[in-house]
């Protein structure tokens, strides 16, 4: 088993002050006497997986009400993290999921997924496909036509073909979107031609190169600066031999001087050969700034083209793209679009050609869908009977009504049918839909029966019932015991009851008490060893040495385990 509920923590909710339950996998029954607060478990996980918060509920003399949820998610990890990752919420760290709940006495709701702040409507997404509630007024997954229509389909193995089906659909869709964005009316038509042909012309006649709009900055610094560049650089020319003061005469004076004084001291020669290298650097320069003063020329009209071009080019990026790359990508996607525009007529045909081939695809393989399902349906129906006629509705009948729309503009990724189980507990009267079976027990024991036939298609992996027992005894408990034994090999079955032959099937047993701590009444809920489950099955008996012996025999006879 890859997923189970490990822990749920309970902090002031009816007659529950502070409680931590740890439950194990497979079958765990829960039982105490009337009025004990048994549903306070089924409380807590109501809120917990997002439905509405009762204030009632709160414990008296209490602000807050918390619950806490910890799930050993196994298998479960795959579907998990993608789910998770969508929604910005924490993964599930050493493989556990913990869902968290509070309310206040003012009606603050707070609710958590891994530590992170989520909505009710996540919370209660997830529960739809963690924890299968059947209990009193509970919404249970098998009463949804459509979830009983994916149950028919992996039942009988129909999986591929439905996905086959669905596959069409979307490529359906997927046409019907690009017609629709062909088909628009003739001046709405024109304009968009109109528009494109601008767009594309625009940017076509442009003549954009990458990198460009950097060079032509560069240059353009330069012409609009022509004029003080030849100042500048003719001024450093005059400055270094043009003028009387300028710096090459200066030298020349400094390397007469230095001449004569290397005649008298040798050492001073290091001096002369300095100022020699300096005199050449100094008309290296002289020569690099005449060649640079050469190259600038004031052109008026140069300046002109540039500045056009500068401000065609950022005109287009304000209408296109903040860069020439976005503008050509741009260009590029209006090309492609006005192509489309322009082949409208042709590419409209061509969708309509496939839109016939796709339809003609769905019915027939809506068609083939429909007779498979068909085909499953009496071997189905056969199976839930059976179980149903050993839970006490003997001569009770079932269907798993199909209906098959033969348009395939009304398809949907699950075929071209609808799915309704129905149920008829009594001969002569007719079936009725499961959602319409007003008895809670009834319909519990019906949705178990469904649950055991249906237990290796079943996504829901922990399955909780409430008064699944009401109203039967005898050869019916011990069946609704061992059919949740059943079920329990591959789902985490918690069953809150209050007969012995059902109890005694679990794996694990617990037993809800109330007591009086400090002047107040308080529910406890604690696992039983073999001793402790005797007596309780013994008690649920109707007490005395017989009901001890008749629960022992109960134990060997089940199988439970009384640990």
Not at 66 to 87: N, Q
Not at 223 to 248: H, M, P, V
């Amino acid at each position: 088993m890859g997923f189970v509920l490990s822990t749920l923590r309970i902090k002031n909710l009816a007659l529950v002050a502070d409680l931590t339950v740890e439950l194990g996998p497979g079958f765990c029954a829960i039982t105490g006497e009337t009025g004990t607060g048994k549903s306070v478990i089924l409380g807590a996980l109501h809120l917990v997986l997002g439905r509405r918060a009762d204030r009632s509920a709160l414990r008296s003399g209490a602000d807050m009400c918390s619950v806490e949820a910890v799930f050993e998610i196994g298998a479960l990890a795959g579907r998990l993290t993608p789910f998770l990752e969508e929604r910005g919420l924490d993964s599930c760290e050493g493989g556990q999921l913990v869902l968290k709940r509070t309310f206040t006495a003012s009606g603050t709701n707070r609710q958590f997924v891994n530590g992170s702040p989520t909505t009710l409507a996540t919370l209660e997404e997830m529960g739809g496909w963690l924890i299968d509630l059947h209990g009193p007024h509970d919404h249970q997954s098998l009463l949804h036509p459509r979830l009983q229509l994916s149950l028919v389909d992996a039942y009988g193995g129909l999986d591929p073909l439905r996905e086959a089906f669905a596959d069409q659909l979307r490529r359906r869709t997927r046409l019907q979107e690009a017609k629709a964005a062909l088909i628009v009316d003739e001046r709405t038509y024109a304009q968009q031609l109109d528009l494109l042909r601008h767009q594309v012309r625009e940017i076509s006649e442009a003549r954009l190169r990458p990198g460009e709009l950097a060079e032509l900055e560069a240059e353009h610094s330069r012409a609009a600066n022509a004029t003080r560049l030849l100042e500048l650089s003719q001024g450093a020319l005059a400055a270094l031999g043009e003028s009387e003061d300028a710096a090459l005469t200066s030298l020349g004076a400094v390397g007469r001087s230095l001449q004569e004084l290397a005649r008298i001291d040798a050492a001073a020669q290091a001096l002369l050969d300095l100022q020699g290298q300096a005199t050449d650097l100094l008309r290296d320069l002289q020569a690099g700034l005449s060649r640079y003063a050469d190259r600038i020329e004031v052109e008026p009209a140069r300046l002109a083209e540039l500045e056009e071009r500068l401000d065609l080019i950022q005109s287009l990026q304000r209408k296109y793209g903040g860069t020439i790359e976005e503008v050509q990508a741009f260009g590029a996607e209006a090309r492609v679009r006005l192509e489309a525009l322009e082949g409208r007529d042709a590419e409209l045909e061509r969708i309509n050609a496939e839109l016939r081939e796709v339809e003609s695809l769905l019915a027939s393989r809506g068609r083939e869908l429909s007779e498979k399902r068909l085909a499953v349906l009496p071997g189905l129906n056969r199976a839930a009977e059976t179980e149903l006629s050993s839970l006490g509705f003997r001569q009770s009948r079932f269907e798993a009504g199909l209906t098959h729309d033969p348009d395939p503009a009304r398809a949907t990724e699950t075929g071209m049918d609808r799915m309704e189980f129905q149920f008829a507990p009594n001969p002569g009267e007719p079936a009725r839909p499961l959602r319409a079976i007003a008895s809670s027990g009834e319909l519990a024991r019906v949705m178990l029966a469904l649950k055991t036939v249906l237990a290796d298609q079943d996504a829901v992996p922990v399955l909780v019932f409430d008064e699944v027992d009401a109203n039967v005894g005898g050869e019916t408990a011990h069946a609704v015991g061992q059919k949740m034994k059943t079920i329990a090999s591959k789902h985490q079955v918690l069953c809150i009851t209050h007969l012995a032959p059902v109890a005694a099937a679990a794996g694990t047993h617990y037993q809800v008490l109330k007591e009086v701590r400090d002047g107040r009444t308080e529910s406890r809920i604690q696992p039983l060893d073999r001793p402790s489950r005797v007596a309780e099955l013994g008690r649920m008996l109707g007490g005395g040495p017989a009901a001890q012996r008749h629960a022992e025999e109960l134990l060997a006879q089940s199988g439970g385990r009384a640990d």
